[in-house]
C-alpha cells in the first residue's frame, strides 16, 4: 500500500452521516494513514467539541460545577459510537478524563480529547489500528517539534502494511499531551506525511479546495486547480486561511504534493499544492484580503538615512506588545501598518511619543489589505494588466508594495472600500477571461 496520508476536518466528523462519507472515501481510496479532528458543529448554533472541552476545563480549573458540558460530551460520543454500531467501551475514557480534570487538569491533555476519542471509535469501526499521535510526535524543550525523535518513535511503531487511525493536534512534551495552536490537526497530517515519505497528503474539508477569491464576497470564485507553496503562503497571509499555515513548512521541504479536497463533493478532485520547481505557469492564481489593519504614517526630514530611526519607531510598538505587519519607507516618510484595533487611549499614547521625535505623524484606522498573488506577476505584461486594474478601481490606495520573491502585489485601502474592491477585481482579472 501507497503511504499517502489524509486528514478530515472537524465539519467531516461533525455527525454520523459525515463520518460515513468519511468512511466510503477511506474504503474507497489507497489512504494509509487516516488522521482525524474532533467533530466540528453538526448546525448552526452548535458547540463544536473542542469548544465543550475548553468550557470543562475553565470551571473545573475553578472548582466549578462542569457536569452538563460532560454530560454534552459523553452524549455526543454515544451518539457516535451508538449509530455507527461501535463496540466500543467509552466508560473506562469518560473516567480517566474525568478523573484528570479533579487532579492534574491539564489544559493540553483535556482539549486533546476529542480528537482521542473520534480516533479511538473510528478505528474500531473500520478494523484498522489505533495509533497514537502522542507515542511519536515530540516536542523538544523549545516546544518544536523534534523531527529525528518522531521519526525514531513513528518507525518503530509502524513496522506493518495495515491502515492507522491518527488523532490530530497534539504530541508528547516530555511525557505530557502538548496541542498545537486550533486546527492543528492539519500540522499532524503534514508531520506525519513527512515521517512516512509520502508523496501526497490529502486534506479534506468543506470546501472544493483553494478560491481565486473569498466565495463570501464573489458569486462562485474558480477553483485553483494548481498553486506553488509559495503563492499558497502569500494567498494566506492576507487572509485566505483554508489550512493551518505551519503545517506547509513539513510539505514544503520535502517535496510533498498537498490536495485540498471535500469530503463532500467525491468528484471533485480540489486543488494541488506542490513544490515551486513544479509550478510553471504564467498567471494570476488568486485574490485574497482581511481588514482590521491601522496605518501610521510618520514624516520627518531625512527619516530614512538617520541611524537608529526604525529601531526608536520599533521599541515604541513593542512597548504596546504591537508587531509591525508591513512597512514602506521613502526618503522622509514611513507607512506603519499594524493588525490591531487599536483602542484610542493606547493610539493618542504612540502618537505622542512619535511626534516628540519625528516632525509629523498621521493615523489612519479602519484599513485592510489585499493581495494580489501568481507567477505571471514576473511577467511585465501580466503585472501591468494588474497594476492598471488596481488604479481603476475608485478608492484610495494608502501603500502598494511587491513582494520579495515577485509573486504578489499587497496594498491597502479604505475598509469600508474592501468588499466592492475585491469584487471588481476579480472581474476585471478573472472573469473577463471567460
Not at 492539519?186 to 490529502?202: M, N
Not at 538615512?305 to 505587519?325: A, D, K, P, R, W
Request: with cysteine.
Amino acid at each position: 500500500m501507497k503511504n499517502i496520508v489524509c486528514k478530515f476536518g472537524g465539519t467531516s466528523l461533525a455527525s454520523t452521516s459525515q463520518i460515513l462519507k468519511v468512511k466510503d472515501i477511506v474504503l474507497s481510496g489507497k489512504q494509509k494513514f487516516i488522521v482525524l479532528s474532533a467533530p466540528g458543529k453538526r448546525y448552526k448554533d452548535d458547540i463544536k467539541i473542542t469548544d465543550i472541552l475548553i468550557s470543562i476545563w475553565n470551571k473545573a480549573r475553578l472548582g466549578q460545577d462542569y457536569s452538563n458540558e460532560f454530560s454534552f460530551f459523553i452524549d455526543r460520543f454515544n451518539s457516535i459510537k451508538q449509530d455507527l454500531g461501535v463496540d466500543i467501551d467509552l466508560n473506562a475514557m469518560y473516567d480517566a478524563l474525568n478523573q484528570h480534570l479533579s487532579t492534574l487538569c491539564e489544559y493540553d491533555y483535556v482539549i486533546s480529547r476529542g480528537e482521542y476519542f473520534m480516533a479511538k471509535i473510528f478505528a474500531k469501526h473500520m478494523g484498522f489500528n489505533f495509533l497514537d499521535a502522542k507515542d511519536f510526535i515530540v516536542f523538544d524543550k523549545d516546544a518544536n517539534v523534534d523531527i529525528c525523535s518522531s521519526q525514531t518513535r513513528f518507525n518503530l511503531l509502524v513496522k506493518d502494511n495495515g491502515r492507522f487511525v491518527i488523532p490530530g493536534f497534539y504530541g508528547d512534551y516530555f511525557g505530557r499531551a502538548k496541542t498545537f495552536s486550533r486546527g492543528g490537526s492539519d500540522i499532524t497530517g503534514a508531520i506525519v506525511s513527512l515521517l512516512c515519505k509520502a508523496k501526497i497528503y490529502q486534506n479534506y474539508t468543506d470546501v472544493d479546495g483553494f478560491l481565486c477569491a473569498d466565495p463570501k464576497i464573489c458569486n462562485s470564485p474558480r477553483l485553483i486547480k494548481k498553486l506553488s507553496y509559495s503563492e499558497l503562503r502569500e494567498l494566506s497571509y492576507t487572509g485566505a486561511n483554508v489550512l493551518h499555515t505551519e503545517c506547509v513548512k513539513f510539505l514544503r521541504e520535502n517535496n510533498i504534493t498537498l490536495n485540498l479536497r471535500n469530503t463532500f463533493k467525491s468528484t471533485c478532485k480540489g486543488s494541488l499544492i506542490m513544490p515551486d520547481r513544479k509550478i510553471q505557469h504564467k498567471h494570476i492564481s488568486g485574490i485574497s484580503g482581511k481588514d482590521g489593519y491601522s496605518l501610521f504614517v510618520i514624516s520627518s526630514f531625512g527619516l530614512s538615512s538617520s541611524i537608529g530611526n526604525y529601531i526608536l519607531i520599533e521599541e515604541i510598538f513593542n512597548t504596546y506588545n504591537i508587531n509591525i505587519e508591513h512597512l514602506h519607507s521613502g526618503i522622509d516618510t514611513l507607512s506603519i501598518l499594524v493588525s490591531a484595533s487599536l483602542e484610542k487611549e493606547i493610539v493618542q499614547q504612540i502618537m505622542s511619543k512619535l511626534r516628540s521625535k519625528f516632525d509629523q505623524v498621521d493615523f489612519t484606522p479602519s484599513v485592510a489589505i489585499l493581495s494580489i498573488v501568481g507567477k505571471g506577476l514576473k511577467n511585465c505584461k501580466v503585472e501591468k494588466k494588474v497594476l492598471n486594474a488596481i488604479y481603476a478601481i475608485n478608492t484610495q490606495v494608502y501603500t502598494l508594495n511587491k513582494g520579495s520573491e515577485g509573486i504578489s502585489l499587497i496594498f491597502s485601502i479604505p475598509k469600508d472600500d474592501y468588499e466592492s474592491t475585491i469584487t471588481n477585481l476579480y472581474h476585471t482579472l478573472f472573469e473577463e477571461k471567460k
